[in-house]
């Protein structure tokens, strides 16, 4: 049974959107990064249609479906699940461009960057060896750039251009915004639009998007799907019920 769109907040769609992005996945480990959005999401995606998650903290440790520490996970079989494609992470991003490069680092010239930023972290490695998708909780033009100022995490064509040894395990399942989701799946790779949330318009993501996302065939958006009534329920009084959810993404 599900819900009508009326009672669905924006930031419940993006739970939803990003919850999807761990579907299938089986055993790996999920590592949301982006925010408590994704945080939320993975423990949604566990809870209902992948029970094989293994949620982390990002580093060390094995947590529950609430968050609490259940185990550790040694730093060398950490690496091993990571290097091997046994790991989705999702991720935030300062700038992405068409083909997924993302940039963390800074905005401006690397040699006199009008703004610093966390700096490359783990970005290179992770995208390079496990799925990375990612979280934008503001989706604008500042963001959604034709060209990224410094590559921290590697997109398509720059995996590509690196050959085989970087696109083993590379991939970028998906994109969830505050306004929509996005994928790669086209011919060359460059960011398409699946879905816009209730309410949005393709014009407004193209509007807030600095290069030309390409459309489904046949032209037509999806809406973003509506939750059940029990991802409803989870999310509300299981996972969330102190609405930190709409924190990330005010209310519309």
């Known amino acids: 049974m599900s819900v009508t769109t009326t009672e669905v907040s924006r930031a ?3 739970v939803i959107a990003c919850a999807d ?15 408590m959005v994704p945080v939320f999401a993975s423990r949604l995606a566990k809870r209902t249609f992948s029970p094989e998650l293994m949620l982390t903290d990002g580093e060390a ?6 968050g609490q520490r259940e185990g550790w996970l040694p730093y060398r079989q950490h690496l ?3 290097t091997g494609g046994k790991r989705h992470i999702m991720m935030g991003a300062s700038q992405l461009d068409r083909f997924g490069n993302m940039n963390i680092s800074c905005i401006g010239d690397w040699s006199r960057p009008d703004r610093q ?4 972290r783990g970005a290179p490695v992770n995208t390079l060896n496990n799925a990375v998708s990612y979280w934008v909780s503001k989706h ?7 060209k990224v100022d410094m590559i921290s995490g590697v997109g398509y064509d720059s995996a590509a251009a690196a050959g ?11 994109v969830v915004t505050n306004l929509a989701v996005l994928d790669f799946d086209t011919a060359d790779h460059a960011m ?22 390409v459309l489904p065939e046949g032209g037509e958006v999806p809406t973003t799907r509506e939750p059940t009534a029990e991802e409803l329920r989870l999310i509300r009084e299981v996972i969330d019920p102190d609405t930190k959810r709409d924190r990330e993404v005010k209310p519309v």
């Open 12 to 14: 419940e769609y993006c």
């Open 21 to 35: 992005a761990w579907r299938g996945n089986g055993e790996v480990l999920a590592s949301p990064m982006g925010g």
């Open 61 to 66: 440790m094995l947590v529950g479906l609430d």
């Open 80 to 82: 091993a699940l990571t």
């Open 117 to 120: 930023l966390i700096g490359v």
């Open 140 to 146: 604008s033009p500042r963001v959604f750039v034709e």
């Open 164 to 174: 085989p040894s970087a696109t083993r395990y590379h991939r970028i399942p998906r």
């Open 192 to 213: 398409r639009l699946v879905s816009v949330h209730p309410g949005v318009t393709v014009a407004e993501v193209q509007e807030a998007t600095g290069f030309a996302l």
